[in-house]
């Protein structure tokens, strides 16, 4: 059944349904309307979860972490300014293989201080061994957490996710969304079940350090592991479709690709944009479509070169900047795609919330089929 | 359960610590205290480094490490969990003074704020031992470190020793306790009586460190003896903000203390440093009249 309802309640009715046991969270804008929706659910007793208003994001995700591996499901929500806080937690959840599905409502990060949204912030942690997803719309932001959980506690994989939606456009937006009921959440994602855990009746050291002699081998696993969650995703993105009909399980998605001599690559809400201008474009007779990434860690090298057989032309949208190199998405399509003959053209857009438009699309599209890219577009002309 | 052989301590013998070690005894005492039945987290430090290098542990009951700064957090989501599940595990944080004093203060405030049924042990060595013996927030008064050496114009640490206890106990703890590995029972009686007390709970242990400090190995327990024989540690219980027991002492000259360890050699040669002794010796006096620790001669008959 369909409700109309805010985006981050949304994400807080699916999360309250995957049955978390501790969630730890700190406010920051715009995470607040979901941690303030579980509040309420646990003050409720709507949920059965031990709810730690906690001094920090650095507290917050230090302890989903105990908690974790003490053998519960956690949960946490975050954006830019607190996920940066996170950065050295980030990195060690996954390298003690702990499970946790944090939802990141995607915003800029400071300075000049920006509360709106682009993804800096998540694609900022590509490198600390979480696996990431982004939603386009808040259906998808709802059905990825419950993909999410079922991922992440894989014994083959056991490495934490970011839910990744946009900040304001989507948590802020009131969509229909179709929320599973509890008995269709269960019969979908079993209880937690950790691999390991911490339990005096076995008694067992987490987190102790390796010398050069180990420390590559602990590396190596997490990317294996990152490797086996992408055949993981899609059998639990198969296995959803199977039960709810929608279908997630590709990491990537095409829209009107087919005979797309120009394609466009985006992740997140801009992905509805770009599909209204490209049936805009299309009218016009322009062949062009949109290669959506739906998974950006592990990264979909060979799913994005496959998509993309026959597109001479490629303009990737990047809402971050590796500042000093490119955009994330963009340099990391080129190497996808390099020796294929296929131009790639990076496109710096909609930063700190700066709106993007369907005429803007349409230009990008222009100047990728000039061969003008790799740079910002749209800036205010008084600092070119 | 721990598969160890009957009459093994539950940390066991074979770890990387200097010979001497302080904290070592400590943490040998904190697991006879606690039992099995107990979750330790540990911070980065000397301790974590000496007791677990990968594939082999110390640790006969369950432990876990995360970073330097995040026990107290990590802690909090333990007894969460365990709540959760219904399980009897007690939860104990073992960390340094750095992990505890600097770094990790803003995680420990927020712990014993929300009042979780923890236990927080500060092994204090007062300084941070692992990375070379730099100043840290429990570094004592004219200490020289390797970031606050004594020169010219230095008389080495220029500040106190923070009293993370007091802090601690106006966050509300129930019970904070101070403690020396020279009186071993006494420490395991103030642990059981923290893993038992329900709520945030902290003990403070005074850990000499030979290498840090600069003395024979031999001497640890004699150095922890004397910082309390001077006045210059002081062995007491808090209960509710209160303090309740005090460990009395005959107290003797602080120098007898510092002539014997390297990091105060420069109080002693190339001049005798009367002020900054007296400036030491202020310090013990004010802590035995604050605790009322002095053991005061029996008054002549007439």
Same mark, same amino acid.
């Given at each position: 059944?369909?409700?109309?309802?805010?985006?981050?309640?949304?994400?807080?009715?699916?999360?309250?349904?995957?049955?978390?046991?501790?969630?730890?969270?700190?406010?920051?804008?715009?995470?607040?309307?979901?941690?303030?929706?579980?509040?309420?659910?646990?003050?409720?007793?709507?949920?059965?979860?031990?709810?730690?208003?906690?001094?920090?994001?650095?507290?917050?995700?230090?302890?989903?972490?105990?908690?974790?591996?003490?053998?519960?499901?956690?949960?946490?929500?975050?954006?830019?300014?607190?996920?940066?806080?996170?950065?050295?937690?980030?990195?060690?959840?996954?390298?003690?293989?702990?499970?946790?599905?944090?939802?990141?409502?995607?915003?800029?990060?400071?300075?000049?201080?920006?509360?709106?949204?682009?993804?800096?912030?998540?694609?900022?942690?590509?490198?600390?061994?979480?696996?990431?997803?982004?939603?386009?719309?808040?259906?998808?932001? +709802?059905?990825?957490?419950?993909?999410?959980?079922? +991922?992440?506690?894989?014994?083959?994989?056991?490495?934490?996710?970011?839910?990744?939606?946009?900040?304001?456009?989507?948590?802020?937006?009131?969509?229909?969304?179709?929320?599973?009921?509890?008995?269709?959440?269960?019969?979908?994602?079993?209880?937690?079940?950790?691999?390991?855990?911490?339990?005096?009746?076995?008694?067992?050291?987490?987190?102790?350090?390796?010398?050069?002699?180990?420390?590559?081998?602990?590396?190596?696993?997490?990317?294996?592991?990152?490797?086996?969650?992408?055949?993981?995703?899609?059998?639990?993105?198969?296995?959803?479709?199977?039960?709810?009909?929608?279908?997630?399980?590709?990491?990537?998605?095409?829209?009107?690709?087919?005979?797309?001599?120009?394609?466009?690559?985006?992740?997140?809400?801009?992905?509805?944009?770009?599909?209204?201008?490209?049936?805009?474009?299309?009218?016009?007779?322009?062949?062009?479509?949109?290669?959506?990434?739906?998974?950006?860690?592990?990264?979909?090298?060979?799913?994005?070169?496959?998509?993309?057989?026959?597109?001479?032309?490629?303009?990737?949208?990047?809402?971050?900047?590796?500042?000093?190199?490119?955009?994330?998405?963009?340099?990391?399509?080129?190497?996808?795609?390099?020796?294929?003959?296929?131009?790639?053209?990076?496109?710096?857009?909609?930063?700190?919330?700066?709106?993007?438009?369907?005429?803007?699309?349409?230009?990008?599209?222009?100047?990728?089929?000039?061969?003008?890219?790799?740079?910002?577009?749209?800036?205010?002309?008084?600092?070119? | 359960?721990?598969?160890?052989?009957?009459?093994?301590?539950?940390?066991?013998?074979?770890?990387?610590?200097?010979?001497?070690?302080?904290?070592?005894?400590?943490?040998?005492?904190?697991?006879?205290?606690?039992?099995?039945?107990?979750?330790?987290?540990?911070?980065?430090?000397?301790?974590?480094?000496?007791?677990?290098?990968?594939?082999?542990?110390?640790?006969?009951?369950?432990?876990?490490?995360?970073?330097?700064?995040?026990?107290?957090?990590?802690?909090?989501?333990?007894?969460?969990?365990?709540?959760?599940?219904?399980?009897?595990?007690?939860?104990?944080?073992?960390?340094?003074?750095?992990?505890?004093?600097?770094?990790?203060?803003?995680?420990?405030?927020?712990?014993?704020?929300?009042?979780?049924?923890?236990?927080?042990?500060?092994?204090?060595?007062?300084?941070?031992?692992?990375?070379?013996?730099?100043?840290?927030?429990?570094?004592?008064?004219?200490?020289?470190?390797?970031?606050?050496?004594?020169?010219?114009?230095?008389?080495?640490?220029?500040?106190?020793?923070?009293?993370?206890?007091?802090?601690?106990?106006?966050?509300?703890?129930?019970?904070?306790?101070?403690?020396?590995?020279?009186?071993?029972?006494?420490?395991?009686?103030?642990?059981?009586?923290?893993?038992?007390?329900?709520?945030?709970?902290?003990?403070?242990?005074?850990?000499?460190?030979?290498?840090?400090?600069?003395?024979?190995?031999?001497?640890?327990?004699?150095?922890?003896?004397?910082?309390?024989?001077?006045?210059?540690?002081?062995?007491?219980?808090?209960?509710?903000?209160?303090?309740?027991?005090?460990?009395?002492?005959?107290?003797?000259?602080?120098?007898?203390?510092?002539?014997?360890?390297?990091?105060?050699?420069?109080?002693?040669?190339?001049?005798?440093?009367?002020?900054?002794?007296?400036?030491?010796?202020?310090?013990?006096?004010?802590?035995?009249?604050?605790?009322?620790?002095?053991?005061?001669?029996?008054?002549?008959?007439?």
């Amino acid at each position: 059944m369909l409700e109309i309802m805010e985006g981050s309640h949304a994400v807080a009715e699916i999360v309250k349904r995957c049955r978390p046991q501790v969630i730890a969270a700190y406010p920051i804008t715009p995470q607040t309307h979901i941690v303030e929706a579980l509040a309420q659910m646990v003050a409720d007793c709507e949920l059965d979860a031990d709810y730690i208003t906690v001094e920090s994001e650095f507290s917050a995700l230090s302890a989903c972490l105990g908690a974790s591996a003490a053998g519960s499901r956690v949960y946490s929500a975050t954006t830019s300014q607190g996920l940066a806080l996170m950065f050295e937690v980030c990195f060690n959840v996954a390298g003690l293989r702990q499970p946790i599905v944090m939802t990141i409502a995607n915003r800029s990060l400071g300075a000049p201080l920006s509360i709106w949204n682009d993804q800096q912030d998540s694609i900022s942690l590509r490198d600390s061994g979480w696996l990431q997803v982004y939603a386009e719309d808040n259906q998808e932001a +709802v059905d990825l957490h419950m993909i999410a959980y079922r +991922v992440c506690e894989d014994h083959d994989v056991l490495l934490p996710a970011f839910v990744c939606f946009d900040g304001y456009v989507l948590t802020h937006t009131y969509e229909p969304v179709s929320i599973p009921t509890q008995e269709e959440v269960d019969a979908y994602l079993p209880a937690f079940n950790p691999y390991q855990r911490l339990d005096a009746s076995n008694p067992l050291s987490f987190g102790m350090y390796a010398t050069p002699d180990y420390y590559m081998e602990f590396r190596y696993e997490i990317d294996q592991a990152q490797h086996r969650a992408k055949e993981v995703f899609a059998k639990a993105g198969r296995e959803f479709a199977e039960q709810f009909e929608r279908d997630y399980s590709a990491p990537v998605e095409g829209y009107r690709l087919e005979d797309a001599d120009t394609a466009i690559l985006a992740m997140g809400s801009i992905c509805g944009t770009v599909k209204d201008a490209i049936d805009e474009m299309r009218d016009a007779g322009k062949k062009v479509g949109l290669l959506k990434i739906r998974m950006f860690r592990p990264f979909p090298a060979d799913e994005i070169a496959d998509a993309l057989k026959g597109v001479s032309t490629v303009a990737v949208l990047d809402r971050n900047i590796s500042l000093g190199s490119g955009g994330a998405v963009g340099t990391e399509v080129k190497a996808a795609l390099s020796g294929s003959g296929t131009a790639v053209y990076d496109y710096i857009v909609a930063l700190g919330g700066r709106d993007i438009r369907k005429k803007d699309i349409a230009e990008i599209v222009d100047l990728a089929e000039e061969g003008r890219g790799d740079m910002f577009y749209g800036l205010r002309t008084e600092v070119l | 359960m721990t598969g160890l052989p009957e009459g093994c301590d539950l940390f066991t013998p074979g770890h990387r610590a200097c010979g001497g070690c302080g904290p070592a005894l400590a943490a040998r005492l904190l697991l006879k205290a606690t039992g099995e039945n107990v979750i330790v987290v540990n911070s980065t430090g000397c301790m974590e480094v000496f007791s677990t290098p990968y594939p082999e542990t110390t640790w006969g009951v369950p432990w876990i490490h995360s970073l330097f700064e995040n026990a107290a957090a990590v802690a909090s989501g333990i007894e969460a969990s365990l709540k959760k599940q219904g399980r009897s595990e007690k939860v104990v944080c073992i960390c340094g003074d750095g992990a505890t004093f600097d770094i990790g203060m803003l995680c420990i405030s927020g712990a014993f704020e929300r009042g979780h049924d923890i236990t927080y042990v500060c092994y204090d060595n007062e300084a941070y031992m692992n990375t070379g013996i730099q100043r840290s927030g429990a570094t004592p008064y004219a200490a020289s470190t390797t970031t606050s050496p004594a020169g010219a114009f230095s008389p080495g640490n220029v500040r106190p020793k923070k009293d993370m206890p007091a802090i601690l106990a106006a966050h509300g703890a129930p019970y904070v306790a101070t403690a020396s590995i020279a009186y071993p029972a006494d420490f395991e009686k103030k642990v059981r009586r923290a893993i038992n007390t329900p709520g945030p709970c902290y003990v403070q242990v005074h850990t000499p460190c030979c290498t840090g400090w600069g003395f024979e190995s031999g001497e640890t327990i004699n150095m922890a003896k004397l910082a309390i024989e001077t006045g210059l540690w002081v062995n007491y219980e808090m209960v509710n903000g209160v303090v309740e027991k005090a460990k009395k002492v005959k107290r003797k000259p602080v120098e007898e203390y510092l002539s014997r360890q390297k990091r105060f050699q420069h109080l002693f040669k190339p001049s005798h440093r009367d002020d900054l002794i007296a400036e030491i010796q202020k310090i013990a006096d004010a802590n035995a009249e604050r605790f009322g620790t002095d053991i005061k001669p029996k008054e002549p008959i007439e």
